[in-house]
């Protein structure tokens, strides 16, 4: 019965916040219920759930609930739960990769930008998000980066909002007070520079602190921040390690509303991976050496800064990056950077390193399958077909759904010459997702190999009409920048019988 009750709580928060707490993790939901409904005097999970249901249906549906006083009969409990379920520890100048990107061309870009669009005697405008931002450290190392490079805030009208779910996290960050562990990764003369002692902590100074502010915020729910006259004013979102927390469905959700509060070539920065295998279309994608960027188009079409040492593949589609699939509580701040660290290795082709790194956290964390995936992907791409297929087959077992691991396996079948197995694969990512082209693009080429050119051409048929749907200046693929107008000119040229399969195959 409590798994039942369990369940239906997870639904409700996944329904009102897009958490994933996954079934091996009720106990640990369980033990953090129990504390709020014994918080309100309630005596059963049963009785909370019906609770946190008539919070989100009215005043009619609180009625029965109103003997008890010790209950607030407003959306509060909420704030409650989600400061008891969410991780909320972080630090200055994570993920010092993206932090460079930033500041090396990100930043000094968007600061030209809206210098060259500002009226004549108006001040520039800058409004930067951070999107999940826990206790605030990543808002305040952007505010120290911009410092940096010799900023002028007063003659800006410059806006830095900080959002979390967490009312708990937030009151942290109005406060700007900071333990010694926050700086674990702070140059010693920044945190010098910006902070001061406060008996045992370290507050920002005011000069940074003016310009920011915190409030909480649930990125499924409520409104994204509008600092500026329209709803889509922002020229920088950052949403880095939130989405890992994030069922499928509310993270697509959120990057549409993300796309809607950026201006035009505003760029959206998340923690590596976390978008791998979401329909990120709507943005121009670019992976720089330190990280993915997404960018709203502009009005105009202008491309992205090219990225320095990018790849150029157009022959053969690479599979979508790994997109790690761990839930709420299992996965810790080390885990992350961990997990972090292995992916980088196998985007830079450090193959040796990555395995090595994937192979420590599954044996530490056996139930990431996100470390899983990255060892099947550098395996694989040393030609370790047989360790890469084990670790495929492991990853399905536990997420049957899983896109990723299916079309590796179809890759590694397709290099072997075993192609029924190869179409297997392709058929069932394509019976899961019917929208993913790289699929069919695969499946037209085996065809192409087994001589059936009417099939062939279907499938490369079907492939154009999903093309047609994306914006032509979109990069299909986070390991090439083809664009989708290339990969439409390229399937043009085979189903008119222009690039035939070579007798060789």
């Not at 709507?282 to 993915?292: C, I, K, N």
């Not at 956290?361 to 360790?387: D, E, F, M, V, W």
């Not at 019976?431 to 080429?445: M, R, T």
């Not at 989708?484 to 399937?491: K, R």
């Amino acid at each position: 019965m409590d798994d039942l009750i369990l369940k239906r709580i997870s639904e409700l928060i996944a329904d009102h916040s897009g958490l994933c707490i996954r079934p091996q993790d009720f106990q640990i939901l369980a033990d953090k219920v129990w504390l709020r409904a014994k918080a309100l005097g309630l005596r059963t999970l049963a009785d909370y759930h019906d609770y946190l249901k008539a919070l989100d249906h009215g005043s009619l549906a609180l009625d029965r609930f109103k003997a008890q006083p010790s209950l607030p009969q407003q959306r509060s409990e909420w704030q409650e739960l989600y400061s008891i379920l969410t991780i909320n520890e972080s630090y200055f100048f994570r993920d010092s990769n993206q932090l460079r990107l930033l500041s090396d061309r990100l930043l000094p870009e968007i600061i030209q930008r809206k210098q060259d669009a500002a009226p004549l005697g108006a001040k520039p405008s800058l409004r930067i998000w951070s999107a999940g931002c826990s206790t605030g450290e990543e808002l305040y190392s952007i505010a120290i980066a911009l410092d940096q490079l010799n900023f002028a805030w007063p003659q800006w009208d410059v806006q830095l909002i900080g959002t979390d779910i967490s009312a708990a996290a937030i009151h942290s960050a109005r406060q700007g007070l900071y333990s010694s562990w926050s700086f674990r990764q702070t140059p010693p003369a920044l945190q010098q520079k910006y902070f001061q002692a406060d008996r045992q902590a370290y507050k920002i100074c005011d000069r940074l602190q003016q310009h920011v502010v915190f409030q909480v915020g649930n990125l499924l729910k409520d409104p994204c921040p509008s600092l500026g006259p329209g709803p889509g004013d922002l020229d920088l979102i950052l949403c880095r390690n939130v989405f890992i927390y994030l069922d499928r469905q509310a993270i697509g959700q959120i990057i549409q509303r993300f796309h809607s509060a950026l201006v035009p070539q505003g760029y959206l920065l998340t923690g590596h991976t976390e978008l791998y295998g979401q329909n990120t279309s709507p943005f121009l994608v670019t992976s720089f050496p330190e990280t993915v960027v997404y960018q709203k188009p502009p009005q105009v079409a202008l491309p992205l800064p090219a990225a320095p040492a990018a790849q150029r593949h157009l022959a053969r589609p690479q599979p979508p990056r790994l997109a790690p699939k761990t839930a709420l509580f299992s996965l810790d701040d080390s885990l992350t950077a961990a997990l972090q660290e292995a992916a980088a290795f196998l985007r830079q082709d450090d193959y040796t390193s990555a395995i090595r790194a994937a192979k420590q956290l599954y044996r530490t964390h056996p139930n990431c399958t996100a470390a899983r995936q990255i060892a099947a992907r550098a395996y694989a791409n040393t030609g370790c077909y047989s360790q890469a297929k084990q670790l495929c087959q492991q990853v399905i077992q536990e997420q049957p759904l899983s896109l990723e691991m299916h079309y590796l396996l179809a890759q590694i079948a397709e290099d072997e010459n075993d192609l029924e197995t190869a179409k297997e694969h392709l058929r069932k990512i394509i019976y899961l997702d019917p929208d993913f082209v790289k699929a069919y693009l695969d499946l037209a080429s085996i065809y192409d190999r087994t001589r059936q050119p009417e099939k062939a051409k279907t499938t490369r048929e079907h492939a154009l009409t999903l093309l047609a749907k994306l914006p032509p200046s979109t990069v299909l693929d986070d390991h090439s920048d083809a664009t989708v107008a290339q990969w439409q000119a390229h399937l043009k040229q085979q189903v008119a019988g222009g690039d035939r399969p070579s007798s060789q195959d």
